[in-house]
Nanobody, 115 residues
Framework: QVQLVESGGGLVQAGGSLRLSCTAS????????MAWYRQAPGKQRELVAV???????NYGDSVKGRFTMSGDIAKNSVSLQMNSLKPEDTATYYC?????????WGKGTLVTVSS
């Protein structure tokens, strides 16, 4: 089992920044990816950024150049630095771990960007 805890959400004005963090507890052996997803009201959950154990990071098209994922799977911790935030970034952000073919999700942290 893997438990995920996110932190760092909140309310920010457009153009501002926020930093999200995710820590995984329990067994980290076999974790292949850690990722951030987001889901806005009435929309499907979408990938924000994902990192592999080898260190490769991929970003969703809507956040490229504005968001930066960092951290280390081996240390069970990743962060998401979000800059130049837009109202359309408003969503609940979820940390995700893939371990031995099973997806684990955090409870989510709400990010609200006001115009």
């Amino acid at each position: 089992q893997v438990q995920l805890v996110e932190s760092g959400g909140g309310l920010v004005q457009a153009g501002g920044s926020l930093r999200l963090s995710c820590t995984a507890s329990g067994s980290s052996l076999g974790i292949t990816t850690m990722a951030w997803y987001r889901q806005a009201p009435g929309k499907q959950r979408e990938l924000v950024a994902v990192t592999t154990r080898g260190g490769r990071i991929n970003y969703g098209d809507s956040v490229k150049g504005r968001f930066t994922m960092s951290g280390d799977i081996a240390k069970n911790s990743v962060s998401l630095q979000m800059n130049s935030l837009k109202p359309e970034d408003t969503a609940t952000y979820y940390c995700n771990v893939m371990r031995l073919g099973i997806n684990y999700w955090g409870k989510g942290t709400l990010v609200t960007v006001s115009s």
